[in-house]
């Protein structure tokens, strides 16, 4: 196959632009994830009391802390759908 002058360097063009391409998506998912780390979640049942959850269930004694966190919260009760209304808006 015959290449043209025209068509020199075009390998490296494609190649340099997927690269980028590869890069910046590397770049975002490490933002997103770097955002994303915080030390510990928090479960809310209502707007006074709050549950810490662990991030990694490590003994029982977390398994049971997300268990508690889990059925104290009223899903039906807590459902506030004004608030979720004016977001929406």
Do not use: C, E, W
């Not at 662990?54 to 398994?63: A, E, G, K, T």
């Amino acid at each position: 196959m015959k290449v043209s002058k025209d068509q020199r360097g075009a390998g490296l063009v494609v190649f340099l632009a997927a690269l980028v391409i590869v890069v910046a998506a590397g770049l975002v998912a490490y933002r997103v994830k770097s955002n994303t780390d915080t030390g510990s979640t928090t479960a809310s049942t209502d707007l006074h009391s709050t549950t810490a959850v662990p991030n990694q269930v490590n003994s029982s004694s977390d398994l049971k802390q997300d268990y508690n966190a889990l059925n104290s919260t009223n899903v039906d009760n807590d459902l506030n759908s004004n608030a979720l209304d004016n977001d929406l808006n």
